[in-house]
C-alpha cells in the first residue's frame, strides 16, 4: 500500500483524488494537507474533464487531526497562524480549480471534512453517512470552513448544525444542500458531466466563484480560529483531546 496520505489517478477522463489515510480517518495533518493541495493543482493543470473526490477506509474524513490541533497550544500565536496557513491555501486551490469537483461521501464526515465536502459541486453518499459539525465542543470555531459552509447550507442551516455540535443524516444533509443524491446515481452523472462543453462546465464555476468566494473571507477565519485555539476554552478542552489520542 502506498505511503502517501493522498491517491491520485487519471482514467477516462476523469482526475481521482483519494484521501489516503483510513486508519485515522482521514483526518488531516500538515503533511495530508500538503499532498491534498498538490493534487487539486495537478488536476488543474490535467487534462481531466471532471475530478472524482473520495477516500480509502470506512470514513470519508474526519477533519483536522486532533494530535495536531493539540499541539498548537503550547505554541505562540505567530507560530500557530502560520502552521496553520496551509489549511487556507488548500482551501483556495481546491475552490480555484475550473473543473468540475465530483464527491464520492461515505461513513462519518466530522468538523472540517465538513469543508472538504462543501467544496464539491455535486456529492453522492451512502444513506448511511453522517455528518457533524463539531468545533464548538472543543471551544473553537469551524474556522476557515464557515465562509465555505454558509455558502453551500446558508447561515441558518450553518448555525443550527454548528452552534449544536449534533450528528445528522444524509437526509438532512441533502435537504440542506450540502450533498444531492444517493451514491447510486454517480457513474451515470459522470458521464452527463463528461459530455458537456468543457468551456461552458468552467464558465459556469467562474461565475458562482466570482460572486461568491472571497480571499479575504478564508484570511479573516484564519485570525479568527487562531485566536480560538490560543483561547482559554480550547487549553481547558486540551486535556480531553489528549485523552482521545
Avoid at 496520505?5 to 494537507?33: A, G, Q, W
Avoid at 453551500?152 to 449534533?166: D, M, T, V, W, Y
Avoid at 450528528?167 to 438532512?172: A, H
Avoid at 446515481?185 to 468552467?202: D, G
Wanted: overall charge neutral; charged content about 25%; glycine content about 4%.
Amino acid at each position: 500500500m502506498s505511503n502517501n496520505k493522498v491517491l491520485t489517478h487519471l482514467k477516462n477522463d476523469i482526475f481521482t483524488i483519494t484521501l489516503n489515510r483510513p486508519e485515522k480517518s482521514n483526518c488531516y495533518d500538515l503533511e495530508m494537507v500538503i499532498e491534498i493541495k498538490s493534487a487539486f493543482l495537478n488536476a488543474k493543470h490535467s487534462n481531466a474533464l471532471c475530478i472524482l473526490f473520495t477516500a480509502n477506509g470506512k470514513n470519508f474524513s474526519s477533519g483536522m487531526d486532533l494530535n495536531w490541533m493539540s499541539n498548537t497550544s503550547s505554541k505562540s500565536s505567530e507560530e500557530n497562524l502560520a502552521e496553520m496557513a496551509p489549511i487556507k491555501d488548500m482551501y483556495e486551490a481546491i475552490l480555484e480549480v475550473e473543473i468540475p469537483i465530483i464527491g464520492k461521501i461515505q461513513g462519518a464526515v466530522r468538523g472540517g471534512g465538513l469543508g472538504l465536502v462543501a467544496c464539491c459541486d455535486a456529492v453522492f453518499c451512502e444513506e448511511t453517512v453522517t455528518f457533524s459539525l463539531s468545533e464548538a465542543k472543543w471551544g473553537l470555531i469551524p474556522g476557515i470552513i464557515t465562509p465555505i459552509l454558509v455558502q453551500k447550507i446558508g447561515p441558518s442551516n450553518f448555525l443550527e448544525i454548528a452552534i449544536s455540535s449534533r450528528v445528522f443524516s444524509f437526509e438532512e444533509a441533502r435537504r440542506m444542500n450540502l450533498v444531492h443524491h444517493n451514491v447510486d446515481f454517480l457513474e451515470t452523472y459522470l458521464e452527463l458531466v463528461k459530455e458537456n462543453s468543457l468551456t461552458s462546465t468552467k464558465m459556469i464555476k467562474k461565475i458562482i466563484h466570482d460572486d461568491y468566494f472571497s480571499h479575504q473571507s478564508l484570511e479573516k477565519m484564519l485570525k479568527l480560529s487562531n485566536d480560538m485555539r490560543n483561547g482559554p476554552d480550547f487549553k481547558l478542552k486540551r486535556s480531553l483531546i489528549l485523552k482521545r489520542l
